[in-house]
């Protein structure tokens, strides 16, 4: 059973440019979960979603920002205009629907650089 | 709303000896508890969790930590510690009611010979 899987594992962008990363969940989990994690720092939730639905995107950036969960293919967080401030691992997680103890399964990550 | 305060961001001990990983929670209702491992340039591997059940929880790699709720702390051990668990440890909590989970700051562990 594979686990959680991100593509592309390292992205470099210049300043403006756009950044889509890719995040298949594991078989049978339905909710996908977004974090970024900034040099030093630990993890930050971005945002939530189930297939074809967002459930919650409180930590999401209000600009440039966005995220979806097709009812067929991966979930694609992407950043438009990226500046130097985005460089950082975006991190996805997932879950199955009904779990109620919220253990969240994590994939290997996508380190973005802006130069 | 619920955060958790790592102690610590850097902890060193020698191999073979205790780890003790500080983490405290603030939530004004049972959270549920988790720590995490990362590797370098890897993802974040769950090592053990709280919701409720036993207090004491065992985790895998030899690690357990203690809910203990007059303390509202989380704390992480393993008695004998070995080269390989030289990682970041994340500790992060959730309510019940939600999903998203908070992190600390996380603490890197160095084990030296």
């Known amino acids: 059973n594979a686990g959680v899987m991100q593509n592309p594992r390292h992205l470099v962008r210049r300043r403006g440019q756009e950044a889509r990363l890719r995040c298949s969940p594991m078989k049978g989990h339905s909710h996908v979960y977004w974090y970024r994690q900034l040099p030093e720092e630990g993890l930050k939730f971005m945002v939530y979603l189930q297939k074809e639905n967002i459930i919650d995107e409180s930590g999401m950036p209000k600009e440039r920002f966005s995220a979806e969960f097709p009812k067929e293919g991966p979930s694609i967080l992407r950043i438009q205009q990226v500046v130097r401030g985005d460089s950082a691992a975006y991190f996805c997680?997932?879950?199955?629907?009904?779990?109620?103890?919220?253990?969240?399964?994590f994939g290997p990550g996508t380190r973005l650089t802006v130069l | 709303a619920q955060s958790v305060t790592q102690l610590g961001s850097h902890v060193s001990v020698s191999e073979g000896a205790l780890v003790l990983l500080r983490c405290n929670y603030s939530s004004s209702v049972p959270p549920y508890l988790f720590w995490y491992v990362q590797y370098p340039n890897q993802g974040l591997q769950l090592l053990l969790k709280?919701?409720?059940?036993?207090?004491l929880v065992k985790g895998i790699n030899g690690f357990e930590a203690e809910f203990k709720k007059s303390e509202t702390s989380f704390h992480l051990t393993k008695p004998s510690a070995h080269m390989s668990d030289a990682a970041e440890y994340f500790c992060?909590?959730?309510?019940?009611?939600?999903?998203?989970?908070?992190f600390g700051k996380g603490t890197s562990l160095l084990v030296t010979p």
């Open positions: 709280y919701t409720s059940a036993a207090t």
């Open positions: 997680a997932s879950s199955p629907a009904g779990v109620r103890d919220n253990e969240q399964f």
């Open positions: 992060a909590v959730s309510h019940i009611s939600g999903y998203a989970l908070n």
